[in-house]
């Protein structure tokens, strides 16, 4: 396939979960890719090797999503050996589960600083490199829009917030031709939230349909709405949870 031949795209977070998924099935889809990760270097590497695997570019790149110089920097690299910034795809994440009372204030900062800051940081340097057609696609959550259990109410916050951004974003970048939106994943498989996990039944007993998504039920939707065929939507949120929402 080759709708986003000659495009390129930066994915953070693309070492291993919904990340590397939407990683693979951007350069399926004919975009060279880099990708960052934190601390899963041979994950990274393994994905790079199957991005080259089917006739495309890629480069791994070490960078903490909560130091804003190490995103700044990634997003500079990818310029500088890819040679441009079509597509960037705003995907690593924390999850941090606790009530209230026991949230302390270094878990809040750490959760902004990840979830809120590091989007800010990536969409306003990749940005500066994006022309006619750029894409910012931010992976949100469908706990952004509806809260069914306790305990996450700090994670909430941080992807609603992005909600906000994502609006404000597509009004400042449309003039040029650049769209933002966000993407609203439900229980997704992941080592951060496995189908086989101590609350995955309850999660499932939310759902119209009651399975847990695959990473590749999202990178198919972020794939496509990188796109042209996605050209005329922007500032949408976009839910992709089996119904848990509906």
Do not use: C
Request: overall charge negative; glycine content about 12%.
């Amino acid at each position: 396939m080759s709708r986003l031949r000659g495009k390129v795209a930066l994915v953070t977070g693309g070492s291993r979960g919904m990340g590397a998924a939407i990683a693979r099935r951007l350069a399926y889809e004919g975009a060279d890719v880099a990708l960052t990760y934190n601390s899963s270097g041979d994950k990274a590497n393994t994905v790079v090797a199957e991005i080259e695997q089917v006739g495309r570019k890629s480069l791994a790149i070490a960078a903490d999503n909560s130091d804003p110089s190490a995103i700044q920097a990634a997003v500079e690299r990818t310029v500088a050996e890819l040679g441009q910034l079509d597509i960037l795809i705003n995907n690593a994440g924390i999850f941090v589960v606790k009530p209230i009372d026991e949230l302390t204030l270094d878990d809040f900062e750490q959760t902004l600083g990840v979830n809120v800051r590091a989007v800010f940081v990536a969409s306003q340097a990749a940005a500066a490199h994006m022309g006619e057609g750029g894409r910012i696609i931010s992976i949100g959550s469908n706990l952004a829009e509806h809260v069914p259990m306790p305990g996450v109410s700090l994670y909430s916050l941080s992807k609603s917030a992005l909600i906000g951004f994502t609006k404000g974003l597509a009004r400042d970048l449309g003039p040029r031709g650049i769209t933002v939106n966000i993407v609203h994943p439900g229980s997704t498989d992941t080592d951060m939230n496995p189908a086989n996990g101590e609350y995955a039944d309850v999660q499932r007993s939310l759902m119209a349909i009651p399975r847990f998504g695959e990473p590749d039920d999202i990178a198919g939707f972020v794939s496509w709405l990188a796109s042209d065929e996605s050209r005329f939507i922007t500032g949408a949120g976009l839910t992709i949870d089996g119904g848990t929402n509906a």
